[in-house]
């Protein structure tokens, strides 16, 4: 082939468009249009929310993820890498606990806090406030196993077909419920003090 018959060559409409295609740096595109079945494909970017079979999604850091009602909880248990007061970093052993209570690192963020709350005089409030806390968190749990351990049915199949009631008798119910009720009441006042 001479040089002649190679500048005579007529170039065909896809093969200029697809060199305006690499130009342009969309190695995606097509060169051709073509007849029958074309599925629809929506382009989504950073931030965008859509549904799609049922599900609901989204692009976080150029990766396509689904929502779930979970997310909100995942993200409170989440710790950071660096404490958002500070900008330090969260690898004290108290950390994770200082963060989920005050939203902060321990050292030096929660440790300057309460040292602002003992200037101020605010400290045995503060103290006060987060004992009664632990305190009430602790008989909502005690209640809580009281109630699933009186409320429970255990009753047992044997092998020789025998049914055995394992249940915890009224009386043993009743005295567990006095107790509970005098141990919240011995409790309560302390919170209250």
């Given at each position: 082939?001479?040089?002649?018959?190679?500048?005579?060559?007529?170039?065909?409409?896809?093969?200029?468009?697809?060199?305006?295609?690499?130009?342009?740096?969309d190695f995606t595109a097509s060169t051709k249009q073509q007849s029958g079945y074309q599925k629809v494909s929506e382009?989504?970017?950073?931030?965008?929310?859509?549904?799609?079979?049922?599900?609901?999604?989204?692009?976080?850091?150029?990766?396509?993820?689904?929502?779930?009602?979970?997310?909100?909880?995942?993200?409170?248990?989440?710790?950071?890498?660096?404490?958002?007061?500070?900008?330090?970093?969260?690898?004290?052993?108290?950390?994770?606990?200082?963060?989920?209570?005050?939203?902060?690192?321990?050292?030096?963020?929660t440790v300057e806090y309460e040292a602002d709350l003992r200037k101020a005089g605010l400290y045995e409030q503060y103290?006060?406030?987060?004992?009664?806390?632990?305190?009430?968190?602790?008989?909502?749990?005690?209640?809580?196993?009281?109630?699933?351990?009186?409320?429970?049915?255990?009753?047992?199949?044997?092998?020789?077909?025998?049914?055995?009631?394992?249940?915890?008798?009224?009386?043993?119910?009743?005295?567990?419920?006095?107790?509970?009720?005098?141990?919240?009441?011995?409790?309560?006042?302390?919170?209250?003090?």
């Amino acid at each position: 082939m001479s040089n002649e018959s190679l500048l005579k060559k007529e170039f065909k409409q896809s093969d200029v468009q697809r060199v305006r295609n690499l130009v342009n740096k969309d190695f995606t595109a097509s060169t051709k249009q073509q007849s029958g079945y074309q599925k629809v494909s929506e382009r989504h970017k950073e931030g965008d929310i859509w549904e799609e079979n049922g599900k609901k999604w989204t692009i976080k850091n150029g990766i396509k993820q689904n929502i779930t009602k979970l997310d909100s909880a995942k993200k409170a248990l989440q710790l950071p890498l660096r404490c958002p007061k500070c900008g330090g970093p969260m690898e004290h052993w108290l950390a994770k606990k200082m963060y989920k209570i005050h939203g902060f690192c321990f050292d030096p963020c929660t440790v300057e806090y309460e040292a602002d709350l003992r200037k101020a005089g605010l400290y045995e409030q503060y103290e006060k406030r987060m004992m009664q806390g632990n305190m009430k968190a602790f008989l909502g749990d005690m209640e809580q196993w009281a109630m699933e351990f009186i409320n429970q049915n255990d009753t047992f199949v044997t092998e020789q077909g025998e049914i055995e009631d394992w249940n915890v008798n009224d009386t043993r119910k009743k005295q567990l419920l006095e107790n509970l009720k005098s141990y919240k009441d011995h409790l309560s006042e302390h919170i209250e003090k």
